[in-house]
Structures are given as C-alpha cells and as structure tokens.
C-alpha cells in the first residue's frame, strides 16, 4: 500500500530567474511600504532584506554583484558624511562633559550586553559584539563580516535594535505631542552637477577601498573622504532619495541573499536573547536621558534621541522631523559612531583572542 505523499511547499528551484526577479521586487516594494507606513526609518533596507531572506529560503539562488554591493556601501558612505553638521566641533567642544558621558556610557552599556551575550555562546565569534555595537546599523553590519562575525546574525541583531528604538522614540515623541510624519521629496535634485560629482567619487572611493583590501574599506574610505569634502566645501555632497533607495535595495539584498533556512532558524532561536538585551539597552539609555534632563537641563526627546541606540542615520530621520536639538543630537550620534568605528575593530580582536585562548586552555 503506497504511503501518501504531502504536497511540497513553494519553492523557486525550478522557477526562471526572471520571474524570481520580478517577485523579490514586488515583495521589496511591498514590505518596504507596509513598514514606511509606521515610519520606521530602515524601511528602505529592511523591505528588500526580508524580501531576500524570504526568497533565498525558498531556493531562489539569487546573487548581488559584489561591484553592486560595494558601489551600494559607497553611497551609504557618503550619505552618512553629507549627514554631518557643520558646527559638530563647536557643539562639542561647548560641552565636552555631557557628549563624553553619553557617548561612553551607551558605548560601555551596549559592549557589557554583547559580551554577555558572547558568553552564552548562542553566537558564533564575535557576532554578539558587533550586533551590539550602538553605530549606524547598516556599517556594523558591513564592517562585521571582515572580523569574523556572522554578518546576518549581525543584520539581524542590529536592524531589529533599530526597529526597536524606532518605536521607542515615536513613543516618547508622542508623549510630547510631536509629529515624526517625515515628507521624502524623491526626485527633488539641489545640484545635478554636484550630484554626478559625488557619484563618480563615490566610484572612486570604492575602487581604491577595494583596492587597498581594508576591512570595510569601500565604505570606510567613502566616509573618510565623504567627511574631508563636506567639511572643506569643495562641493556639495548630493545624493537623490531615490538614489538612495536604490542603494538601500542592494544593500537589503545583499544582505538577505546571504540568508539560509539553518541561519534563520538559528536566528529565531537567540530572539528571546537578543531582544531582551535590546530592551534592556534601551532602558540603560533612558537613564542617561533621564540624567541629561537632570543635570544638564536638556529636553526630553533631545535626551533620548541622543542616547538611543537605535543608530545615526536612523536617528537623524526622526530627528529632523522634530522639535529635538537638531545639532545636539546629530552631534552626539555622530561622535559616537566614530569612536565605535575606531574601538569596535580592536575590541572584536580582542574578543577572538581571549576567546582562542580560553579554548586552548581547556
């Protein structure tokens, strides 16, 4: 008696690629406008990161470019140097004190949470460091994977810690009546000769990064660059919102393309970890909000975006669209994540060493 049989789950083995092509970008497009509609910040990058994950375990086989991935990585460079406001050395250096308290103190928190997490061992090398570390999510992301961390573990811990402040801070925006609706002008364009000036330097950026064969150098070359030129005003970076949604896409996918049904499920396994050491980041930052408030007579919502880890260039969206202290805010995220880029490589190294040797020992 033959044993019934049950009928296989969708898959895209045996489907063209074209057609694959064409629903990974339906799906992308969905999923990002389902999340814009709750203005999450990400949204642009994690619509076409779950749109991959989503395909790539279903066997689509689907590959970026690593051109396409790098060049993608340049634009986020760049982007993140435009970000940058001109007076961030006056605005520090008028209050030294409170940006070092609270750039440490979110650094020191989120470094304890993610060795903690290390030490648990649900993470593989230094995953849990990086996915921790409080930067702009997108470059942890990035720069991980050069270091030996799990870059969608990384992805996956960074990108829900962003979604997670996200809500947190429109919570405390609406506790204070403040409106974080944010107007996107696509197609608006200040400067087209400046906007293919950044391009081609982007390109530039990126090929010499790649060159050079840096950890993280297409896009820590790009900003490196991308900070020179905004602060010597040779000319104006100008990246296009839909420039930059198309380098979100591939960065999404890039990302997502990298994903596997034991990956994922493995993810699934340490979210009860991981969140609970994103709320419990979140919470240490309120804190230090609540003490800025105290002591140096800061508003509220400047305090906490401040301090939130939810990452610079996400934090930067919400800010603008609020009645925060732009500057201030902008100022302290940006130290933050350039003291995360120099410390975040030594302390991953010296993760993997004294992981190496405890292991030796035993």
Not at 16 to 30: D, E, G, N, Q, R
Not at 141 to 154: C, F, K
Request: hydrophobic share 55%; with cysteine; proline share 6%.
């Amino acid at each position: 008696m033959p044993t019934p049989t049950t009928k296989p789950n969708f898959t895209f083995d045996n489907s063209p690629k074209v057609w694959t092509f064409l629903i990974l970008l339906i799906l992308s497009f969905a999923i990002s406008a389902f999340l814009e509609a709750f203005n999450l910040p990400a949204a642009l990058l994690l619509g076409p990161m779950i749109a991959g994950i989503i395909v790539t375990v279903r066997g689509a086989g689907l590959m970026l470019p690593n051109p396409l991935f790098a060049m993608a990585q340049g634009t986020l460079g760049w982007m993140i140097a435009g970000h940058l406001p001109t007076n961030i050395y006056q605005e520090i250096a008028k209050e030294w004190p409170i940006f070092l308290l609270g750039t440490c103190s979110t650094i020191v928190a989120s470094s304890l949470l993610g060795w903690l997490l290390s030490r648990t061992g649900l993470l593989p090398g230094t995953t849990a460091i990086w996915g921790s570390s409080p930067g702009a999510a997108s470059v942890m992301t990035i720069m991980s994977e050069s270091y030996g961390a799990d870059m969608r573990l990384v992805a996956f811990m960074q990108y829900l810690r962003v979604a997670c402040c996200a809500i947190a801070a429109t919570v405390v925006a609406s506790m204070f009546n403040v409106d974080t609706t944010v107007s996107v002008q696509w197609f608006a364009l200040s400067s087209f000769s400046d906007f293919m000036i950044t391009v081609v330097m982007s390109c530039m950026t990126v090929f010499i990064g790649a060159k050079l064969r840096l950890p993280g150098g297409p896009l820590l070359l790009s900003i490196a660059v991308g900070i020179f030129i905004k602060f010597s005003g040779v000319f104006s970076i100008v990246l296009p919102s839909w420039y930059l949604a198309i380098s979100f896409g591939l960065l999404g996918w890039g990302i997502g393309f990298r994903f596997s049904p034991s990956v994922l499920r493995h993810a699934l396994h340490v979210f009860p970890h991981v969140i609970s050491a994103i709320i419990a980041l979140i919470f240490i930052n309120g804190c230090f909000a609540m003490l800025l408030v105290y002591f140096a007579n800061i508003d509220p919502l400047t305090a906490f975006l401040a301090t939130s880890p939810g990452g610079a260039d996400s934090v930067a969206i919400i800010a603008a669209s609020t009645n925060a202290d732009v500057a201030f805010v902008m100022s302290m995220q940006i130290m933050r994540f350039l003291l995360v880029l120099i410390v975040g490589p030594m302390l991953a190294r010296w993760l993997s060493v004294n992981k190496a040797t405890k292991t030796t020992k035993q």
